[in-house]
């Protein structure tokens, strides 16, 4: 993965900001860069990624996975779809 596609997918994370509604205190975000690297580790842990192609259903289930875990949120496919599909555009290239 390219430092251009992870700087592109913590912008969609920091533009939709879903920790805002953490119920405990985030003081160190730092543009969501860990999120996104643990986002990015566990797709490459568990599907294989990049070496194998992702789906859009994989990849929205492991953003709330990391998300929710990170931040303590209940987020649903709805939450994440948008910016899931926005994500989705850059895992693939474009």
């Known amino acids: 993965m390219t430092q251009d596609k992870i700087e592109r997918i913590k912008n969609i994370l920091s533009e939709w900001d879903p920790a805002k509604n953490s119920l405990i205190p985030v003081t160190d975000l730092n543009n969501y860069e860990t999120e996104v690297e643990d986002f990015l580790f566990s797709l490459e842990m568990e599907y294989d990624y990049p070496d194998e192609k992702i789906t859009e259903k ?29 994500i989705m555009k850059i895992l693939n290239g474009a």
Do not use: G, H, Y
């Open 58 to 86: 994989q990849a929205l289930r492991m953003l709330i996975q990391v998300l929710n875990e990170a931040f303590n949120l209940q987020l649903t496919n709805s939450d994440c779809e948008k910016p899931t599909q926005e």
